[in-house]
């Protein structure tokens, strides 16, 4: 079955610099990979995805770029914010006949922005 | 509320104890999952289902027994659990045959064994 890795377990950047979480997955029939922010006692929400036609996808400060040779992906947070500060979690799923796949996740990433 | 409720949100129960924990969406997804997350581990699937019947159970222990009498509601029954149960417990739902739709998540249940 799939099996996500994701690195680094916690980042702690300076506001107003950028952050960079890493995911690689082990199933090549992937082909759908969101990413989640859980801020302290919230739910999980979806905050981007990308599928495996695209390399790079982009919503403001939020960009993800996918690398399916090396079944890697990772998101990119530039110009960060203390609002920015929470959990992240990357995860994999395989769409097929038209049909999604459950999602494996990876084991998170707590991000710390210091103002 | 996101469309996706779950109560309680805090439960303390003993190992002998019965008690169950709810989740009701209110998007018209077809899809409702339940995860459990423990400290320092990744959500961990536990139960899937789609338009009511049952499609994965991840290899959960019989002490967690899910219901799903709707595509609209799901029940985690919970009896005799141990103190390594403590976790939170999400629910989420997606339109299961929209790839890539993303998946909604309720706020959890904070479950404590004790």
């Known amino acids: 079955g799939e099996n996500v890795e994701q690195h680094p377990s916690t980042l702690s950047v300076q506001e107003g610099d950028s952050a960079v979480i890493k995911c690689t997955y082990s199933?090549?029939?992937?082909?759908?990979f969101p990413w989640y922010k859980q801020e302290l006692g919230k739910r999980p929400q979806l905050i981007i995805d990308?599928?495996?036609?695209?390399g790079e996808k982009k919503d403001q400060r939020i960009a993800v770029t996918l690398n399916k040779t090396a079944k890697h992906f990772s998101l990119h947070i530039t110009e960060t914010q203390p609002e920015d500060s929470a959990v992240y979690f990357c995860?994999?799923?395989?769409?097929?006949?038209?049909?999604?796949?459950?999602?494996?996740f990876g084991k998170g990433t707590k991000l710390s922005v210091k103002p | 509320e996101t469309g996706v409720t779950q109560t309680p949100r805090h439960l303390v129960m003993g190992m002998t104890n019965k008690k169950s924990l709810k989740c009701e969406q209110h998007?018209?997804?077809?899809?409702m999952y339940w995860y459990k997350q423990s400290a320092k581990k990744p959500l961990e699937l536990m139960f899937v289902?789609?338009?009511?019947?049952?499609?994965e159970n991840n290899s959960v222990p019989s002490r967690f027994s899910p219901e799903c009498p709707n595509s609209s509601h799901l029940f985690l029954h919970l009896h005799t659990l141990q103190p390594e149960d403590s976790a939170l417990y999400l629910c989420?739902?997606?339109?299961?045959?929209?790839?890539?739709?993303?998946?909604?998540f309720g706020s959890g249940t904070r479950l404590t064994v004790v």
């Open positions: 989420a739902s997606s339109q299961e045959k929209i790839p890539g739709s993303g998946y909604t």
């Open positions: 199933d090549s029939a992937s082909n759908y």
């Open positions: 990308i599928r495996s036609n695209v």
């Open positions: 995860a994999a799923s395989v769409s097929y006949g038209g049909s999604q796949g459950n999602l494996i």
């Open positions: 998007l018209g997804h077809n899809a």
């Open positions: 289902y789609n338009f009511k019947e049952q499609t």
